[in-house]
């Protein structure tokens, strides 16, 4: 069994007046493994957003099914949604989400904080996990005196301290210069080799080529998949930048790769 299970994907937007709708998602479908790294890429108004929402449970399909360890989101209730997405999943976005007043120690606590976990639980499980990410000099700082490497490092120690089936990642590397980017790049691929199942969406070409799969969407559907398999990151670039010109030129046959 697949640790996350897209089936017939569907979601429709109304407008306030219940006239035409627009379909964001077509009938998607796919899967994705226990210690997979897959990265989502398509052009603005392509679906990914949509979809990301979705599996993060922050909105409900209008058709199909989303599977996680084998439980349907759908059938989770609206008030056990917070402790749901706490407990199973883990959040990077691109602006960071830290709260200023809070040290890095703290912001990487609170959703330990929320889930009511002790503070033995949470010293524990932050030492080594920040010592992985190199921040553990940094925890009695503000995120106001961070770089942006440092607050995507802090960032992704919050999303990973609740050990989540699954990281979610929301164009991460968007507000980095290419250097921090590339560190961070490097950091999600040595938690991959981990185990941790990572899956991004991204506009990077850079990015995505670190992963061991790409799904690219176009008009609220599935147009192509690529696995890395034994190519170099440069071939996967090639690979990633050709499929994104077919793609945007309009022409070309959907496939697998």
Same mark, same amino acid.
Request: glycine content about 10%; hydrophobic content about 40%; charged content about 20%.
């Given at each position: 069994?697949?640790?996350?299970?897209?089936? @017939? &994907? =569907?979601?429709?937007?109304? *407008?306030?007046?219940? +006239?035409? $709708?627009?379909?964001?998602? #077509?009938?998607?479908?796919?899967?994705?493994?226990?210690?997979?790294?897959?990265?989502?890429?398509?052009?603005?108004?392509?679906?990914?957003?949509?979809?990301?929402?979705?599996?993060?449970?922050?909105?409900?399909?209008?058709?199909?099914?989303?599977?996680?360890?084998?439980?349907?989101?759908?059938?989770?209730?609206?008030?056990?949604?917070?402790?749901?997405?706490?407990?199973?999943?883990?959040?990077?976005?691109?602006?960071?989400?830290?709260?200023?007043?809070?040290?890095?120690?703290?912001?990487?606590?609170?959703?330990?904080?929320?889930?009511?976990?002790?503070?033995?639980?949470? @010293? &524990? =499980?932050?030492?080594?996990? *920040?010592?992985?990410? +190199?921040? $553990?000099?940094?925890?009695? #700082?503000?995120?106001?005196?961070?770089?942006?490497?440092?607050?995507?490092?802090?960032?992704?120690?919050?999303?990973?301290?609740?050990?989540?089936?699954?990281?979610?990642?929301?164009?991460?590397?968007?507000?980095?210069?290419?250097?921090?980017?590339?560190?961070?790049?490097?950091?999600?691929?040595?938690?991959?080799?981990?185990?941790?199942?990572?899956?991004?969406?991204?506009?990077?070409?850079?990015?995505?080529?670190?992963?061991?799969?790409?799904?690219?969407?176009?008009?609220?559907?599935?147009?192509?998949?690529?696995?890395?398999?034994?190519?170099?990151?440069?071939?996967?670039?090639?690979?990633?930048?050709?499929?994104? *010109?077919?793609?945007?030129?309009?022409?070309?046959?959907?496939?697998?790769?």
């Amino acid at each position: 069994m697949s640790l996350l299970e897209v089936k @017939n &994907l =569907r979601k429709v937007y109304t *407008t306030r007046l219940g +006239g035409t $709708g627009v379909e964001a998602l #077509k009938n998607v479908s796919f899967a994705v493994e226990a210690g997979e790294f897959v990265a989502i890429m398509g052009e603005s108004g392509s679906g990914k957003t949509t979809l990301l929402n979705i599996l993060a449970a922050l909105d409900r399909p209008s058709g199909g099914r989303v599977l996680l360890n084998g439980e349907d989101m759908a059938s989770v209730r609206e008030r056990d949604l917070t402790a749901f997405r706490r407990d199973n999943l883990g959040f990077v976005f691109q602006d960071f989400n830290l709260l200023d007043a809070f040290t890095v120690r703290d912001n990487i606590f609170l959703p330990l904080v929320l889930a009511g976990k002790s503070y033995d639980e949470m @010293n &524990l =499980r932050l030492l080594p996990l *920040t010592k992985a990410l +190199g921040i $553990g000099e940094l925890l009695n #700082k503000f995120p106001y005196e961070l770089s942006g490497g440092q607050k995507q490092r802090t960032a992704i120690a919050r999303a990973l301290i609740t050990q989540p089936a699954i990281l979610l990642a929301d164009e991460p590397t968007g507000a980095l210069d290419s250097k921090a980017s590339e560190s961070l790049l490097r950091v999600f691929e040595s938690l991959n080799a981990q185990g941790q199942t990572i899956l991004m969406v991204t506009h990077s070409v850079t990015a995505a080529s670190h992963a061991k799969r790409t799904l690219f969407l176009r008009d609220g559907m599935i147009y192509h998949q690529l696995y890395r398999g034994n190519r170099t990151g440069g071939e996967m670039f090639a690979e990633i930048s050709n499929t994104l *010109t077919v793609m945007t030129s309009g022409s070309g046959e959907n496939g697998h790769a």
